[in-house]
């Protein structure tokens, strides 16, 4: 248990304030939303605090109530003005991925504290609203242990769950519980981007231009390819010094021949060695914003390496939404009021998966040719029309194609492919392999057109892992929708990254070896050796260990139609856990329930709440009735009021 709880009014700031008096370190905890910065920003400017000198500590980079976006900040008020002290660039907005900068930034502005100010200094700390998942757990351990807290104060709304319960109660410091506003919500993403920007635009308006060659520093972080020049333009960027402090920090304008000209902010007089840019810059728009990941065709011999989405041919109606997870593609080929299907493309691999087969319209019937597996969540016909397309498509010689369903999978399809005449063909039927998902095993069937059908022994499944390859793994979960609707969560082999500057300094050529390698590392035969090219041989753990970057694969979770009942939540939630990407079934409105409840699909607030509580990064909503056809923004105005720290995905849509 924690050392003590209690509670108080979140309308009676100042008798909070007067009982914050006896404590030093103190972290406010809640969501995106709830009020939690108004409630910092309330007591810092409150005599009782101020008598004791206040500072605030500011740790959200994406949507900070003042400062500078891309940073965490340190403040104190003079006078009725909030004057920034000091701050440390993170140059990005993304605070759960980039957890352990963040803190270590945070660390360096303590200690700028623990210099300048005398012990009686309170200190108010605002993190992120990361509240939930593994995310939300580790920043709240290691921001309590890091920063020395002695408080905690849980913003949360009455009755609703109080976040990260079990984590609060191990930890041994005081927790006072505040409910929150009936008033706080959270803004609009659009608000988001034009606070953000507009705090940006503030800061650089005191900047100078200034041009650095790229090679004279080291470029920290997860710089955009050189031969991607424009991706540069607008990217944040920070100069750092020795210790990793911010010297100063600006915007790139321009890369043109290996020199960098950006508008930079003055800031300390420590020389930089070094630059730092992620993630966060502008869009077309302006808009300040996490930007998407570029990637440049690699070539082995003389065949390229596809880094490219998958082809989508130009068709009417709702256009495709796509998420890029780094080893694959992923598109919801009919966009979101189309007939469910989601393509899964491989980039290195002519490989692909298909999400239940809806309207394959867009898709060409070479992409059919290198579908391995069919994951099929149940057998109404918005989620099956497309199989004709697909048998047409697979005639020839091709290797059998698996297919996943629920119960009466096999006897489906074979009655489907019974129902055609195959008189023509010979041998050269499309092979499917069939497996039937019960909660324990797989039902398993061999079928070919004018071939008998052979029944395969049953596989156990454990875990709901239901598929295994080389590069990913797939687990189930069946879910009720009336008849049995099956979810699905598809997991990416790790990502091994090697490092070139390790290969220049080691002196070093890349060559097959690295692939030698790469391979021992996903097998886990760490203890292998592996010829060099400099004629020297290397034990693959500790070449990894100084060559490579290795990082969990992605994860990519499909769930369609469901009735919004407290076990489908559940089972969803645990299935999408921590995914990159949640492809979720959004049928209705919440102004439409009592449709959606009569025809077992879910609501807008339904889907946001899975993804929320599983710790999503991007939710991509489909399957829109079409009733929202012409009022697609009454969706997405719902969806985005309550995504909180979850992007959304979908078409672009009018700002």
Not at 220 to 248: C, F, I, S, Y
Not at 292 to 302: A, E, N
Not at 457 to 486: M, Y
Request: include cysteine; proline fraction near 7%; aromatic fraction near 6%.
């Amino acid at each position: 248990m924690s050392l003590g709880e209690q509670r108080f009014n979140s309308d009676r700031a100042d008798v909070l304030a007067t009982h914050l008096t006896r404590y030093r370190r103190i972290l406010l905890l809640g969501e995106i939303g709830i009020g939690k910065s108004t409630l910092a920003l309330k007591l810092l400017r409150h005599p009782t605090m101020q008598a004791g000198h206040c500072q605030l500590l500011e740790l959200d980079p994406g949507t900070p109530p003042f400062g500078v976006p891309g940073t965490v900040s340190l403040a104190c008020l003079s006078g009725n003005e909030l004057i920034r002290q000091d701050c440390q660039a993170l140059c990005t907005f993304d605070a759960a991925r980039f957890r352990l900068p963040l803190i270590l930034a945070a660390r360096r502005l303590i200690a700028i504290t623990e210099k300048n100010s005398d012990r009686n200094t309170i200190l108010l700390i605002d993190p992120p609203g990361v509240v939930r998942g593994v995310g939300g757990a580790e920043m709240l351990m290691a921001l309590t242990e890091t920063l020395m807290v002695d408080v905690i104060i849980v913003l949360h709304r009455e009755k609703s769950p109080i976040p990260l319960a079990r984590e609060l109660a191990a930890l041994k410091v005081a927790v006072i519980h505040l409910p929150a506003s009936p008033a706080a919500k959270a803004c609009t993403r659009l608000e988001q981007l034009k606070h953000r920007t507009r705090l940006w635009d503030h800061f650089l308006s005191d900047g100078i231009e200034e041009t650095l060659v790229l090679d004279q520093l080291p470029i920290l972080g997860t710089p955009p390819p050189r031969e991607a020049q424009k991706a540069w333009t607008g990217r944040q960027a920070a100069l750092l010094d020795a210790t990793g402090e911010t010297v100063r920090m600006g915007e790139v304008l321009q890369l043109n021949k290996g020199k960098l000209t950006l508008r930079m902010v003055a800031g300390k007089t420590a020389e930089p060695v070094s630059m730092l840019i992620r993630d966060a810059g502008r869009n077309p728009m302006g808009k300040l914003e996490t930007m998407k990941r570029v990637d440049i065709p690699l070539t082995v011999g003389r065949e390229p390496v596809e880094m490219t989405p998958p082809f989508i041919l130009p068709k009417a109606g709702s256009p495709p939404v796509s998420s890029n997870l780094g080893q694959a593609w992923a598109s919801l080929v009919g966009g979101v009021f189309g007939d469910p299907l989601v393509h899964v493309r491989f980039r290195r691999l002519k490989q692909s998966l298909l999400f239940d087969l809806g309207d394959p319209v867009r898709l060409a019937a070479k992409m059919a040719h290198q579908v391995e597996a069919i994951f099929l969540s149940h057998a109404h016909l918005d989620h099956i029309a497309g199989f004709t397309w697909f048998l047409r498509s697979r005639l020839g010689p091709f290797a059998p194609c698996r297919i996943f369903g629920p119960l009466e999978t096999i006897r489906r399809i074979e009655s489907f492919l019974s129902g055609i005449t195959w008189d023509r063909i010979d041998d050269k039927g499309p092979i499917f392999e069939v497996y039937e998902i019960d909660r324990t095993s797989l039902r398993h069937a061999r079928l070919q057109p004018g071939r008998k059908r052979v029944d395969l022994p049953e596989i156990p499944i454990a875990n709901g892992i239901i598929h295994t390859e080389n590069s990913f793994t797939v687990k189930a979960a069946i879910c009720d929708h009336g008849i049995p609707s099956v979810a699905y969560a598809l997991l990416f082999q790790r990502e091994i990254n090697v490092r070139k500057e390790r290969l220049t300094a080691a002196d070093l050529s890349p060559g097959p070896w690295l692939g030698t390698l790469k391979q021992y590392i996903y097998n886990d035969t760490l203890e292998a050796e592996i010829k060099l090219p400099n004629g020297r041989t290397g034990i693959a753990g500790e070449l990894a260990d100084d060559l490579t970057i290795i990082r969990p694969g992605k994860k990519l979770t499909y769930a369609a139609d469901m009735a919004d009942t407290p076990d489908n939540r559940k089972k969803v939630t645990e299935l999408a856990r921590s995914s990159h990407t949640f492809f979720c079934e959004t049928a209705f409105a919440m102004a439409d329930k009592d449709k959606a409840d009569a025809t077992q699909h879910l609501t807008t607030l339904a889907a946001v709440h899975i993804a929320r509580d599983a710790g999503v990064e991007r939710l991509i909503p489909f399957h829109f009735s079409k009733r929202y056809e012409h009022d697609i923004l009454q969706i997405y105005n719902e969806i985005l009021a309550a995504a909180g720290p979850v992007q959304v995905l979908g078409p672009r849509l009018p700002d």
